[in-house]
C-alpha cells in the first residue's frame, strides 16, 4: 500500500507570535517529530495550503526550518492565506505550470497524484479558472494507464453545508466548470482538501473527498452562523492516507491528544480486561 501524509493549515507567523493564542509553529513542529516518530516510510507528505497567516517571508523562513527535520519528502500548495511569489522565493523548488499556478504531479505504481492551486489573490474563496482547469485537462487526456488519480487542492468544490465555511468555498461557476471535466474524463478516485478545518468526509458527483482539521486552530462546528468565521482550539490532526488497488483508507490522528490511553482485553477475567497503557510511542 502507498502511504501519504497529509497537513493541512499550519497558518504560521513570524517565530513567537500566536493565533488565537496558540503557537503555530510549535504545533507544525510536535506534528513533524510525531510523523518522524510513526510513519519515516511514507512516500509523501503533502501541505494543502494555508502554509502563512500572512503570507510573511518571516513564516515561510520557518515553515523551511520546520520541514528540515521531516524525513519524508513533501509537496507544497496553496491557499487563500498564501502568496505564490513569497512561496516560490522561500522554496525555489516547488513546482509551476506554464502559467504559474502552483500545480504539479507526483506519480507512482500505485496512483498518479495531482495537485491543485486554487488561490485566487486578495480573496479568500477559491478559484479554478480556465487556464488551470486546462493544465488539469492535459494531465487527465495524457493519463492513459490503469493507475488511478487522486486530486489534491485546498478549497473544496462545493458546499460543505457549513454556512460560516461556505462563504469562503470555491466560486460555484468554477466549480461547476471542474465538475463538469471530471465528469468527462475517469473520475479520479479521491479528492482531498483543506482550508475547512474540520474532518468531513463524504462525496462529490460520485467522488469520495475528505478534509481534516489544521495544525493550529480549527472551525468549530456551528450550523448557525453565516458570516461570523468561528474559530476553537479543537486538537490539532494530520491524516494518514493508504492507498491500493482495491481501497483507500484515511485515518485522523489528533497527534496532541495526552489523553489517558487504555489497553483492552476482552478476553481476559473482567477484573483485568483494562489496564492503564503506561507509555504511547
Known sequence: MLKVIQITDCHLLP????????????RLR????????????????????????????????????????????????????????????????????????????FVTPEARLLFLDTTEPGVHTGAYCERRRAWLKGRLDEH??????????H?????????????????????????DLLRQRRAPRHIFFGHVHRPVCGSWLGIPFSALRGTNHQSWLDFHAVKENICSLEPPAYAVIFIGPDRTIVHFHDYMDDTPKYVYDPSAPVEHQVRPLVSIG
Do not use: K, W
Not at 40 to 58: F, S
Not at 60 to 70: F, G, K
Not at 160 to 175: G, R, S
Open 15 to 26: 517565530s513567537g507570535e500566536t493565533v488565537f493564542g496558540s503557537n503555530p509553529e510549535t
Open 30 to 105: 510536535a506534528c513533524i517529530a510525531d510523523i518522524n516518530r510513526n510513519h519515516p516510510d511514507a512516500a509523501l507528505c503533502v501541505l494543502t495550503g494555508d502554509l502563512a497567516h500572512h503570507a510573511d517571508p518571516r513564516a515561510y523562513a520557518i515553515l523551511s526550518n520546520c520541514l528540515r527535520e521531516l524525513v519524508i519528502p513533501y509537496r507544497l500548495m496553496m491557499g487563500n492565506h498564501d502568496d505564490r511569489a513569497a512561496l516560490r522565493a522561500a522554496f525555489p523548488e516547488v513546482q509551476m505550470d506554464e502559467h504559474g499556478f502552483v500545480q504539479s504531479t
Open 144 to 153: 492513459s494507464s490503469g493507475t488511478p488519480d487522486y486530486l489534491f487542492m
Open 155 to 179: 478549497h473544496p468544490p462545493f458546499a460543505i453545508e457549513l454556512p460560516h465555511i461556505d462563504q469562503y468555498v470555491m466560486a460555484e461557476t468554477d466549480a461547476s466548470a471542474l465538475g
